[in-house]
């Protein structure tokens, strides 16, 4: 190809080229005008407004909610609670739950912790794991010292079951053992303090040593994902035959005060922004009577939730939603029927709810900021345009002294 040819193909993309340059001997025939400085000024500072806005969008996180049918099945519900009792003692406070399945936990220990308070609040021990309500460890006696136990140190001891044994020559050697008997027979044990075992071990010397004192617990409960109910109740539970029974006989004289906070209730594990309806509710007992008890009642409505964020991490939990319920009952001491204490019944919703952390992609966030640019510069360009014309024919009308 000889010196001053051109390639066909430059030659080609110059046809193309939809933006055709001023040579610079014609730049003298461009006029700049103030009207055209203040309006470059307002759609720079316009473009500046608008990509800091669509920034600011493409930055957030947005959460997309949908509705869907609940198909699990077989799983479990996940119960975490913090609850402070001022003032009910730890031996005096058992947890059960139960569900319309028929399955029954009673005295739950497992994943539950316990703090003895005094009278002002203030933590008497660190808080420990295991069985809520009296303990099976001998307590000190009114000298100070553990109370004798006697024949029950005897290896050879074989403690009565007090006619609920339920095979010949079984033994009963401590006061739980006794329990336990008399529970799975479905009998109430009513009089611990004629029960060898228990005299030994200072079951009735415990509930009377706590009195005054309140009780912090938390911990975890594992239940079937069916409708059912825990509670916190006074007394030793057991079930006789569909019926849920509390042995109040150790309280015979003594009052309930059930007044509470519930530091923390969740059907499942957080998920950001979470928020539960009774997280840091507090509740003061207030009686008409002296005599009466209280019942507290909470109906929950739990809906299954799933969280996922932007890395598509899961999180199944459950959300809730509550009705409270307040009910003053004669005492069990006067006679009363109905059980105090705080109860929270549940159900499921069939509808499951899913969150979807979603983003604006970055192709989607280029395309807006070109659409700002191209958009607010041809409309600019437009308004330029019209004003500087218009000026031009004013200018012209005035020369010609038409615009009086």
């Known amino acids: 190809m000889q010196k001053g040819e051109q390639n066909p193909l430059v030659a080609l993309l110059r046809k193309c080229d939809a933006f055709p340059k001023q040579r610079e001997e ?4 461009f006029n ?10 307002v759609a720079s500072l316009f473009m500046a407004l608008l990509f800091f806005s669509e920034l600011r969008l493409f930055t957030r996180v947005n959460t997309v909610n949908e509705l869907s049918v609940d198909t699990s099945r077989g799983e479990m519900l996940e119960i975490h609670f913090d609850v402070t009792f001022p003032h009910m003692p730890c031996a005096w406070l058992s947890v059960d739950a139960m569900d319309i399945s028929g399955e029954v936990q009673l005295e739950v220990d497992h994943d539950v912790y316990k703090r003895r308070l005094a009278s002002d609040g203030s933590p008497l021990d660190e808080g420990t794991k295991g069985k809520v309500g009296p303990s099976d460890q001998p307590v000190a006696g009114q000298n100070g010292r553990a109370l004798a136990e006697d024949k029950t140190k005897d290896p050879n001891y074989c403690g009565s079951c007090y006619g609920a044994q339920s095979r010949e020559g079984q033994c009963c050697n401590t006061c739980a053992e006794v329990r336990e008997a008399y529970r799975s027979k479905g009998w109430a044990l009513l009089d611990v303090e004629k029960v060898e075992q228990c005299h030994h071990e200072g079951y009735k010397e415990e509930i009377d040593g706590q009195a005054g004192e309140g009780c912090h617990m938390w911990g975890e409960l594992h239940i079937n994902k069916v409708a059912g109910n825990f509670h916190f109740a006074p007394g030793r539970s057991y079930q006789q035959g569909s019926m849920h029974i509390h042995d109040l006989s150790p309280f015979a004289g003594k009052s309930f005060d059930f007044s509470h906070t519930i530091h923390k209730l969740a059907f499942g594990k957080e998920y950001p922004g979470m928020r539960n309806p009774l997280d840091g509710v507090e509740v003061q007992q207030q009686l008409k009577s002296a005599d009466n008890a209280a019942l507290y009642q909470y109906f929950l409505k739990v809906v299954p939730t799933s969280y996922s964020n932007l890395r598509n991490e899961t999180i ?5 939603s509550v009705t409270e319920h307040f009910r003053e009952t004669a005492s069990p001491s006067a006679g009363g029927g109905q059980l105090p204490g705080v109860f929270l019944f549940y159900d499921l919703s069939p509808i499951k709810v899913r969150f979807q952390e979603s983003r604006i992609s970055f192709l989607s966030f280029i395309t807006s900021l070109c659409a700002i640019i191209g958009g607010v510069f041809t409309v600019s360009g437009i308004i330029d345009a019209t004003v500087y014309h218009g000026q031009q024919a004013i200018k012209k009308k005035m020369d010609l002294g038409k615009l009086s």
């Open 32 to 41: 700049r005008t103030s009207a055209g400085g203040a309006i470059t000024l």
């Open 26 to 29: 014609a730049a003298e025939f």
């Open 316 to 320: 199944y939990t459950n959300q809730f």
